[in-house]
Protein backbone atom coordinates (compact mmCIF):
# COMPACT_ATOMS: atom_id res chain seq x y z
CA UNK A 1 0.00 0.00 0.00
CA UNK A 2 1.06 3.41 -0.89
CA UNK A 3 -0.14 6.30 1.11
CA UNK A 4 1.02 10.32 -0.35
CA UNK A 5 1.05 13.37 2.05
CA UNK A 6 1.54 16.98 0.90
CA UNK A 7 2.74 20.16 2.24
CA UNK A 8 3.88 23.51 1.62
CA UNK A 9 0.97 25.15 0.30
CA UNK A 10 0.26 28.76 1.48
CA UNK A 11 -1.45 32.02 1.01
CA UNK A 12 1.28 33.87 -1.17
CA UNK A 13 1.26 37.12 -3.76
CA UNK A 14 1.68 37.10 -7.35
CA UNK A 15 5.39 36.31 -8.26
CA UNK A 16 6.42 35.21 -5.02
CA UNK A 17 7.53 31.32 -4.91
CA UNK A 18 6.86 27.65 -3.13
CA UNK A 19 8.29 24.42 -2.78
CA UNK A 20 5.48 21.77 -2.59
CA UNK A 21 6.31 18.39 -0.76
CA UNK A 22 4.59 14.92 -0.90
CA UNK A 23 6.10 11.99 1.55
CA UNK A 24 5.71 8.76 0.20
CA UNK A 25 5.35 5.74 1.81
CA UNK A 26 4.73 2.16 1.14
CA UNK A 27 5.98 -0.30 -1.14
CA UNK A 28 9.26 0.29 -3.86
CA UNK A 29 8.82 3.80 -5.35
CA UNK A 30 11.07 3.32 -8.00
CA UNK A 31 8.47 1.43 -10.16
CA UNK A 32 6.23 4.61 -10.37
CA UNK A 33 5.65 7.99 -12.21
CA UNK A 34 5.09 10.86 -9.90
CA UNK A 35 2.25 13.63 -10.83
CA UNK A 36 1.23 16.41 -9.95
CA UNK A 37 -2.38 17.86 -10.30
CA UNK A 38 -4.37 20.64 -8.99
CA UNK A 39 -7.93 21.49 -8.68
CA UNK A 40 -9.17 24.89 -8.88
CA UNK A 41 -12.75 26.61 -7.28
CA UNK A 42 -15.78 24.71 -10.02
CA UNK A 43 -12.94 23.55 -12.31
CA UNK A 44 -12.00 19.76 -13.01
CA UNK A 45 -8.75 18.78 -11.63
CA UNK A 46 -5.85 18.67 -14.30
CA UNK A 47 -2.63 17.60 -14.58
CA UNK A 48 0.45 19.89 -14.14
CA UNK A 49 3.78 17.69 -14.40
CA UNK A 50 5.01 14.25 -14.04
CA UNK A 51 7.72 12.46 -14.41
CA UNK A 52 10.28 9.66 -13.30
CA UNK A 53 11.95 9.26 -9.92
CA UNK A 54 15.50 9.55 -12.38
CA UNK A 55 13.93 12.68 -14.09
CA UNK A 56 14.69 10.99 -17.40
CA UNK A 57 11.15 11.83 -18.19
CA UNK A 58 9.61 14.51 -17.88
CA UNK A 59 6.49 16.55 -18.70
CA UNK A 60 4.58 19.72 -18.05
CA UNK A 61 1.53 21.47 -18.66
CA UNK A 62 2.07 24.32 -20.93
CA UNK A 63 0.66 27.15 -18.11
CA UNK A 64 3.16 25.74 -15.79
CA UNK A 65 6.53 25.34 -18.18
CA UNK A 66 9.52 27.71 -17.44
CA UNK A 67 7.89 28.12 -14.08
CA UNK A 68 7.51 25.00 -12.10
CA UNK A 69 9.89 22.14 -11.42
CA UNK A 70 8.76 18.43 -10.69
CA UNK A 71 11.38 16.53 -8.84
CA UNK A 72 11.99 13.49 -6.63
CA UNK A 73 14.36 11.60 -4.26
CA UNK A 74 13.73 8.27 -4.10
CA UNK A 75 15.84 7.57 -1.05
CA UNK A 76 14.46 10.26 0.99
CA UNK A 77 10.66 8.97 -0.35
CA UNK A 78 9.86 12.32 -1.72
CA UNK A 79 8.49 14.29 -3.78
CA UNK A 80 8.51 18.30 -4.83
CA UNK A 81 6.89 20.94 -6.81
CA UNK A 82 8.77 23.68 -7.07
CA UNK A 83 6.77 26.89 -8.54
CA UNK A 84 8.18 30.02 -9.15
CA UNK A 85 6.47 33.38 -10.32
CA UNK A 86 2.79 32.22 -9.06
CA UNK A 87 0.00 33.64 -10.55
CA UNK A 88 -3.27 33.99 -9.32
CA UNK A 89 -4.47 31.75 -12.03
CA UNK A 90 -2.32 28.72 -9.70
CA UNK A 91 -4.86 28.63 -7.13
CA UNK A 92 -6.29 25.78 -6.54
CA UNK A 93 -5.74 22.38 -4.00
CA UNK A 94 -2.59 20.43 -5.75
CA UNK A 95 -2.32 17.10 -5.26
CA UNK A 96 0.24 14.47 -5.52
CA UNK A 97 0.03 10.99 -7.13
CA UNK A 98 1.77 8.18 -8.12
CA UNK A 99 1.47 5.60 -11.59
CA UNK A 100 2.52 2.62 -13.03
CA UNK A 101 2.61 4.44 -15.89
CA UNK A 102 4.21 7.85 -17.66
CA UNK A 103 0.35 9.25 -17.87
CA UNK A 104 -1.33 12.56 -17.81
CA UNK A 105 -4.62 11.28 -17.17
CA UNK A 106 -5.77 11.35 -13.49
CA UNK A 107 -7.54 7.97 -14.28
CA UNK A 108 -4.25 6.07 -14.49
CA UNK A 109 -3.07 7.09 -10.80
CA UNK A 110 -4.59 4.76 -8.17
CA UNK A 111 -2.52 6.47 -5.28
CA UNK A 112 -3.48 10.13 -3.96
CA UNK A 113 -2.18 12.67 -1.29
CA UNK A 114 -4.95 14.39 0.29
CA UNK A 115 -3.96 17.71 -1.32
CA UNK A 116 -2.44 21.07 -0.21
CA UNK A 117 -4.28 24.72 -0.85
CA UNK A 118 -2.32 27.11 -3.03
CA UNK A 119 -3.87 30.89 -2.66
CA UNK A 120 -2.20 33.37 -4.73
CA UNK A 121 -3.49 36.81 -4.22
CA UNK A 122 -3.03 39.61 -7.09
Known amino acids: QVQLVESGGGLVQAGDSLRLTCAAS????????MGWFRQAPGKEREIVAY????????SYADSVKGRFTISGDNAKKMVYLRMNNLKPEDTAVYYCALSSVASARESDYPYWGQGTQVTVSS
Open 51 to 58: NTWSGSFT
Open 26 to 33: GRTLSQYF
